[in-house]
């Protein structure tokens, strides 16, 4: 049973320069959450998509986007690159079956993208 | 989000038990409390959840207080793979299912 799956594992852009960053859910999974990790710091939410809709967003500006294809797979796309979003790029899956209550199921994570803006 | 309070970092010797300790003082009643822990180079890794009372798998142990205002994970045997930063959050019954609030946890080191 296949776990999450990001690509790349690692990637260095240009200031500026636009990156997209893929990532497959867990079997079974159809909720896909990204996450933004500096260095030294905990994971932060960036947003999260179901039905291929986003459905919350954390407190990222709009050249943080996103895209989630019918086999639930996802994307995440960066605009006009800043040093600053360097970072460790999270994929977390879920199911919106296991949302809450007697579930509150645990979230999987990927390993993640190491991303390096020069 | 209610917001949790751990120690920075924390050490232990190998086959010994670890407590890793959490405040949450502002903890609702619909709150559940989540540990993860990231080892180095890789995501974060479930490890147990809990609401009132003291719940035990095959990675930990979690002990809540009566008053649900701190919690304590426990690792009965600390191994040199159990090395990685912890983190406790909360987590709202209601179900905001993907949003986890992470502080910084507590990086925990095992020696020989």
């Known amino acids: 049973d296949a776990g999450v799956t990001q690509s790349p594992t690692h990637l260095i852009k240009t200031r500026g320069q636009q990156v997209t960053l893929r990532c497959s859910p867990k079997s079974g999974h159809d909720t896909v959450s990204w996450y933004q990790q500096a260095l030294g710091q905990g994971p932060q939410f960036i947003f999260q998509y179901y039905e291929e809709e986003e459905r919350q967003r954390g407190n990222f500006p709009d050249r943080f986007s996103g895209h989630q294809f019918p086999n639930y797979s996802s994307e995440l796309n960066v605009n006009a690159l800043l040093l600053g979003d360097s970072a460790l790029y999270l994929c977390?899956?879920?199911?919106?079956?296991?949302?809450?209550?007697?579930?509150?199921?645990?979230?999987?994570f990927g390993n993640g993208t190491r991303l390096t803006v020069t | 989000d209610a917001k949790t309070t751990q120690p920075n970092s924390m050490e232990s010797n190998e086959e010994e038990p670890v407590h890793l300790p959490c405040n949450h003082s502002t903890i609702s009643g619909t709150d559940y409390i989540h540990w993860y822990r990231q080892l180095p180079s890789q995501g974060p890794e479930y490890v147990i959840h809990g609401l009132t009372s003291n719940v035990n798998n095959r990675m930990a142990s979690l002990a809540i207080a009566e008053d649900r205002k701190s919690s304590t994970l426990i690792l009965h045997r600390a191994t040199l793979r159990d090395a990685a930063v912890y983190y406790c959050?909360?987590?709202?019954?209601?179900?905001?299912?993907?949003?986890?609030?992470f502080g910084t946890g507590t990086r925990l080191q095992v020696t020989l």
């Open positions: 959050i909360l987590r709202d019954e209601a179900g905001t299912a993907s949003k986890l609030t």
């Open positions: 977390a899956s879920s199911s919106h079956r296991d949302r809450g209550g007697l579930y509150n199921s645990p979230l999987h």
